[in-house]
T-cell receptor, first 114, second 115 residues
Framework: ETGVTQTPRHLVMGMTNKKSLKCEQH?????MYWYKQSAKKPLELMFV???????ENNSVPSRFSPECPNSSHLFLHLHTLQPEDSALYLC?????????????FGSGTRLTVV | AQTVTQSQPEMSVQEAETVTLSCTYD???????LFWYKQPPSRQMILVIR??????QNATENRFSVNFQKAAKSFSLKISDSQLGDTAMYFC????????????FGTGTRLKVLA
């Protein structure tokens, strides 16, 4: 039991498709994050939600749209993506945003845009 | 700018041997926290060890220990008695309490433990 569950594990989508990534945590955490992981690059923070409110959008293109209906669930809605958006998308959670105790990560969604 | 540098893209070690992964960072903050994360082929990032910058004592978790040199802004990870299950990507990261909610990650070191 990882505590943070991401679905789907793999996703292949065309540039005109619309899809969503889902993240769920059962740890009682109040902050959730989306990260993009590309080869040979540091993890890129995309969005931060703290107590369901978006507190950070790290200059992410509008083709990525996050949604946080409650503190346990986080979605990333995707539309009209580009091939360079292919990456591993990681969800993480922590007790609160800015928590210094470390994040709990999910296993990610491997996204391929064709 | 706050940065984390991992200068070893790949390393290998024989099973049961000891290996050290290096990490340097740059920040003007005086109070911050440092982390090592492990990402095995299963892809889930797992927290290995955490160090508080104001503590001089190096953190230890079983076979994992750090060498924290605050003046040099260095935070290396030592893995003793390496096991095949230690094969993974290892990421160094830090965060401050400046309210930006950001953990700054390095580019990772791929470690392979050889039988």
């Amino acid at each position: 039991e990882t505590g943070v569950t991401q679905t789907p594990r793999h996703l292949v989508m065309g540039m005109t498709n619309k899809k969503s990534l889902k993240c769920e945590q059962h740890l009682g955490h109040n902050a959730m994050y989306w990260y993009k992981q590309s080869a040979k690059k540091p993890l890129e923070l995309m969005f931060v939600y703290n107590f369901k409110e978006q507190t950070e959008n790290n200059s992410v293109p509008s083709r990525f749209s996050p949604e946080c209906p409650n503190s346990s669930h986080l979605f990333l809605h995707l539309h009209t993506l580009q091939p360079e958006d292919s990456a591993l998308y990681l969800c993480a959670s922590s007790q609160e945003a800015g928590d210094s105790y470390g994040y709990t990560f999910g296993s990610g969604t491997r996204l391929t845009v064709v | 700018a706050q940065t984390v540098t991992q200068s070893q893209p790949e390393m290998s070690v024989q099973e049961a041997e000891t290996v050290t992964l290096s990490c340097t960072y740059d920040t003007s903050e005086s109070n911050y926290y440092l982390f090592w994360y492990k990402q095995p082929p299963s892809r889930q990032m797992i927290l290995v060890i955490r160090q508080e910058a104001y503590k001089q004592q190096n953190a230890t978790e079983n076979r994992f220990s750090v060498n924290f040199q605050k003046a040099a802004k260095s935070f290396s990870l030592k893995i003793s008695d390496s096991q095949l299950g230690d094969t993974a990507m290892y990421f160094c990261a830090f965060t401050t309490l400046s309210g930006t909610y950001k953990y700054i990650f390095g580019t990772g070191t791929r470690l392979k433990v050889l039988a």
